[in-house]
């Protein structure tokens, strides 16, 4: 799965990902979903999970982006001079099942994400 801020702002810091982690876990428990790999760029966040086949995937995505830009937005206050309206996460979202593409690639992948930007 990929969240994209807002028009792209370049606001994720390795402080605001630690956070934005905490956050999904502990949503994600509620919808029996748990992180194999969670990693950042400074304007997007890639997250490698596995979910029940009945866990209700939008209702969890609506709920984490809800509560992560209530928070983040609290807790680091810093970031909505870098925000436009009060707009965290884009209204969209990526989703893809791992069908053809064995796990061990996805990990390498989703950890490689920000390296060229760090």
């Not at 209530?70 to 791992?98: G, N, Q, V």
Request: glycine share 4%; no cysteine.
């Amino acid at each position: 799965m990929i969240f994209v801020i807002k028009y792209r702002r370049k606001v994720i810091t390795s402080d605001i990902a630690h956070r934005l982690r905490e956050i999904f876990e502990n949503i994600a428990i509620n919808y029996k979903i748990r992180i194999i790999e969670f990693n950042h760029d400074i304007d997007h966040l890639h997250v490698l999970f596995q979910s029940e086949p009945k866990s209700e995937l939008t209702k969890f995505i609506n709920a984490y982006k809800s509560a992560s830009s209530r928070l983040i937005k609290k807790e680091f206050p810093e970031i909505r001079t870098k925000l436009w309206k009060e707009a965290f996460w884009s209204r969209s979202f990526f989703l893809a099942t791992t069908g053809g593409v064995g796990i061990e690639v996805l990990k390498e992948y989703v950890e490689n994400q920000g390296n060229n930007n760090r």
